[in-house]
């Protein structure tokens, strides 16, 4: 092991990354190795000043100091060379970031027991490596402080200003520097005019203050309509000389506050916002304005192909489909954008589903720079409640080929830049963090945080490598610990595929409302576009090129003629782009609807898994973490039998066509609440009525009197475990108790707004709909079970049923 005698940072001057750098090595290694370091910052006076030396700095600082390594390679933009040798360790980044980005690298070696000596460069694959933050200036509205945020509040963000204690954007910079992303946008793509005004604008320099030592810099998202908003202009033509002139103003006035400023995010013409289209001006002619006024001070605009008519889209009409909208939309316009504009495309061509083809767009952009942009925040993939590891799904895009002029063309080549000789391209990942302390509300989402880092910088490693560093790096070296959480993560997509939305259909959540539990009926009959076009006999969206939406001729003609022919379109993506029976048989063999129904089962009962898998663990994790993660890993499993139950229910319902397996719709270890004796509680039929079984539930007969739902068990005598499924809205902490005669098996409160930390639901529906367990309770052949609940607020209580499982059984 190299010694760490003294760490020369060549830098001095606080705000620097090197210097940062300097201070990183001398707390990392005390951190990992109990030693104190000295750490001299400024020059450094050659390797025979001391026989053990830690040097940071830039390349070109490095060689000002006389240093000089033989093999160092020409490095890019905030890459960095890393030598560790027997007498010394050399960290020379091309920038001064690249030296924090190296010094990171090498703690995070220190960190894992990796004591080798090692000398190699490592460089971005993508120069774009940036966070997008959808933080509202204030709290209230419908989306709160953070837009699909689920880890606490925004940590800019308060009451309409820039908050003062910006200690926690601080750490953020420094969280986002270790894992090299090197730029923030702070606020939400909805955006608001506010945001350029002065207390504003100078709130946004003092968070690049605290970002500028960790080599982040700061972007902003950008209110098209801004100039008219504020008042100041009776148009936001973006042709018009006045609103030129008044974004260059504005552009002038934010360099000003912030000379290192990263660059405007744009969501425009979509979902309300405004955009170049309301003056019949062109996306590209919308996306120069802002890239001439920040041109000459070095910085891009960021211009999102997230470009749809959510208004006006019509189901009758076979041919109409969302999914054309970004293609469509920036027809003719390649080659039409200035240099320094990347457009900003989501994976898929709808939105973050759970499975969706690769967006077509990335194949029509050759002559102009492109990003993908990943979601961290699990907005459609269960908020962060439930455990989804994400690297896997993001491979199936940045691995895909396009196949564009029957040439090679992954899209991790076309986002570097590679594939069609751009400058610009990358990563934007939609992060969300609040101010919870886990960041982003649970412990082991965080991993999709630290991997999205990881890929932006080499989309080629492998999903379980990093996730094993990130594992160590979290929870240490025990091999237990590595491989549960390994295997759980790496099950953990394809499984909450398996629970929630099968075979390329979606997501089939609640795209109405929360975007968190089932609600398959909500996807159609709106113009928000994410049909399932499901009937009585059918299902799937018919996106072959003759008969359908010609969605699938949006692609380069090798994958189109691959999704338009049913026979090759793989299985994972069937109704995506076909409409069939339910009757189709698939590739394996069984039919749509039986594997609905097989997915459902097999996902959920997985799900099961995860909970005890993880208290093996217990006493190698510390307490905290291991509750806190355990009671999410609880709560999960409790919902992926909502989910199983409300999409089985949901198209058995709709198909008539009975599970060859005989389970959905008939579970015998159920007592519905409803056949119960009731005093105080009363029926409620809940809707959407597939989240609730039997479609009923029960609720108390007032807001402020209590209920009580009794049954005689006829079971046999033994040990059972009871479940209560019942529905915790956010609004209103009910009490609920279960007796077994005039024992108390257990009580529990309708907390989950704290004990989750996000709300998610002020309704009884799929989103509310949960369960608690009481394991291995003995149980007497006629013995009174009770349940008696106490309302609060507008939350009457309410229960679904109870199930009296013997041991083993789940339902
Ligand atoms: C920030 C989806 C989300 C919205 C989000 C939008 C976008 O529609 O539900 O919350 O708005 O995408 O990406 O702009």
Same mark, same amino acid.
């Given at each position: ?6 760490i ?6 606080e ?6 750098? #300097? ?5 990392? %290694?005390?951190? %990992? ?12 006076? !050659? ?29 890019e ?11 010394a360790?050399y ?12 010094? *990171? ?5 220190l ?7 090692v ?12 966070i ?13 402080? &953070?837009?699909?945020?689920?880890? @606490? ?6 009451? #309409? ?9 601080a ?35 003092r968070?690049?203050?605290v970002? +500028? ?10 209110? *098209? ?5 504020? !008042? ?13 002139e008044w ?10 506050? $912030? ?6 995010? &744009? ?33 891009v ?6 470009v749809?008519?959510s ?13 054309n909208?970004?293609?469509? *939309? ?26 969706e ?18 979601q ?13 590891y ?10 895909? /080929? ?9 899209? +991790?080549?076309?986002?570097?830049g590679?594939?069609?000789k ?15 302390? =886990? ?12 991997? *999205?880092g ?17 594992t160590?790096?979290?929870?240490g ?15 953990s ?7 929630t ?12 409302? @929360?975007?968190? #539990? ?7 009959d709106?113009?928000w ?36 022919? $049913?026979?090759?379109?793989? /299985? ?11 009757t ?5 063999? =069984? ?12 996902g ?8 005890p +898998? ?6 190698? $994790? ?34 008539? %066509? ?6 959905v719709e008939?579970?015998p ?10 005093? #105080?509680?009363?029926?409620y ?26 049954? =005689?068990?006829?079971v /046999? ?6 479940? &209560? ?21 257990g009580?529990?409160? !309708?907390d ?9 639901s002020?309704? $009884? ?13 003995q ?19 309410? %229960? ?7 041991e083993?059984?789940?339902?």
């Amino acid at each position: 092991m190299v010694g760490y005698g003294h760490i020369v940072a060549l830098n001095d001057s606080e705000s620097s990354p090197v210097h940062t750098a #300097g201070l990183e090595l001398q707390q990392g %290694i005390a951190g %990992i190795f109990g030693k104190d370091c000295n750490v001299s910052h400024g020059k450094w006076r !050659g390797a025979s000043s001391t026989d053990s030396v830690a040097v940071v700095g830039t390349v070109g600082q490095f060689q000002s100091s006389g240093g000089d390594i033989k093999q160092l390679p020409q490095l890019e933009e905030d890459g960095f060379w890393l030598e560790v040798n027997s007498s010394a360790t050399y960290i020379l980044g091309q920038n001064e970031r690249g030296a924090l980005y190296g010094a *990171f690298e090498y703690l995070s070696m220190l960190a894992q027991g990796n004591m080798t000596q090692v000398s190699y460069a490592s460089n971005p694959d993508a120069p774009i490596r940036w966070i997008n933050q959808w933080d509202n200036l204030q709290a209230g509205g419908t989306h709160g402080s &953070v837009e699909r945020g689920y880890g @606490g509040p925004s940590i800019f963000f308060a009451n #309409g200003s820039v908050k003062d204690d910006l200690s926690r954007a601080a750490q953020y910079a420094r969280l986002l520097a270790s894992i090299k992303v090197n730029a923030v946008v702070v606020n939400n793509v909805n955006a608001n005019e506010s945001m350029l005004t002065d207390p504003i604008m100078d709130g946004l320099g003092r968070i690049a203050d605290v970002f +500028r030592p960790y080599g982040v810099q700061l972007g902003m998202s950008l209110y *098209f309509a801004s100039p008219l908003a504020l !008042g100041d202009l009776e148009t936001f033509d973006p042709l018009n000389a006045s609103v030129i002139e008044w974004w260059h103003n504005k552009t002038d006035d934010i360099y000003r506050r $912030i000379p290192d400023f990263a660059g405007y995010l &744009v969501k425009a013409n979509s979902e309300g916002q405004p955009g170049p289209l309301t003056y019949n001006r062109t996306l590209a002619d919308g996306a120069n304005l802002f890239a001439k006024a920040i041109q000459p001070h070095g910085g891009v605009v960021m211009f999102r192909a997230f470009v749809y008519d959510s208004t006006n889209l019509n189901e009758s009409h076979w041919r109409e489909d969302r999914a054309n909208a970004a293609v469509d *939309f920036f027809d003719g316009l390649d080659g039409k954008f200035d240099d320094n504009v990347i457009i900003q495309i989501k994976y898929g061509p709808i939105d973050f589903q759970v499975r969706e083809p690769t967006s077509p767009l990335f194949a029509h952009l050759q002559q102009t720079n492109s990003a993908i942009e990943l979601q961290i925040s699990q907005e459609y993939l269960g908020q962060q409640c439930h455990l989804v590891y994400l690297p896997p799904l993001w491979k199936t895009v940045l691995d895909f /080929d396009l196949r564009v002029d029957h040439q090679p063309s992954l899209v +991790r080549n076309i986002i570097s830049g590679d594939r069609f000789k751009r400058p610009l391209g990358g990563y934007a990942g939609v992060a969300n963090v609040g101010t919870n302390q =886990t960041w982003l509300g649970s412990h082991l989402a965080m991993s999709n945080l630290y991997t *999205f880092g990881r890929l932006a910088w080499d989309p080629t490693t492998d999903p379980v490598s990093m996730l094993l560093d990130w594992t160590r790096l979290t929870f240490g070296l025990d091999p237990s610990v590595l491989q549960t959480i390994v295997d759980m993560s790496m099950e953990s997509w394809p499984n909450y595929e398996n629970y929630t939305g099968n075979l390329g259909i979606q997501t089939l959540t609640d795209i109405l409302y @929360g975007h968190y #539990g089932p609600n398959p009926a909500s996807q159609d009959d709106n113009p928000w576009g994410q049909w399932t076009r499901a009937d009585a006999d059918t299902i799937g969206m018919d996106r072959t090129i003759e008969n359908g939406t010609r969605n699938a001729g949006q692609y380069p003609s090798e994958v189109a003629s691959m999704y338009d022919n $049913i026979d090759t379109t793989p /299985d994972n993506l069937l109704l995506w782009f076909h409409h069939v029976p339910y009757t189709q048989r698939l590739k394996s063999g =069984t039919t749509v609807i039986q594997h609905f129904y097989d997915a459902h089962y097999n996902g959920s009962a997985r799900a099961q898994t995860y909970a005890p +898998r993880w208290q093996a663990l217990e006493g190698k $994790i510390d307490e905290q973490r291991f509750n806190e993660q355990l009671f999410r890993l609880v709560y999960q499993a409790g919902h992926s039998l909502v989910w199983r139950d409300a999409i089985n229910n949901f198209y058995f319902n709709k198909s008539q %066509i009975p599970d060859e397996a005989g389970r959905v719709e008939n579970h015998p270890y159920r007592i519905e609440a409803e056949s119960m004796e009731l005093d #105080g509680y009363e029926l409620y039929a809940v809707s959407p009525f597939h989240v609730a079984s039997n479609k009923t539930c029960i609720v108390t007969s007032s807001n402020s009197t209590q209920g009580t739902a009794s049954t =005689t068990l006829s079971v /046999d005598s033994g040990k059972y475990d009871l479940a &209560v499924n019942y529905y915790d809205m956010a609004i209103g902490r009910s009490q609920w108790e279960l007796y077994l005669n005039d024992n108390m098996v257990g009580q529990w409160i !309708g907390d989950s707004d704290l004990t989750l930390g996000h709300a998610p639901s002020n309704y $009884i529906d799929g989103h509310s709909a949960t369960r608690i367990t009481f394991k291995s309770v003995q149980v007497e052949k006629g013995d009174m079970l009770r349940i008696v609940g106490k309302p609060d607020g507008i939350e009457p209580a309410p %229960i679904d049923y109870v199930s009296v499982l013997p041991e083993g059984v789940v339902d």
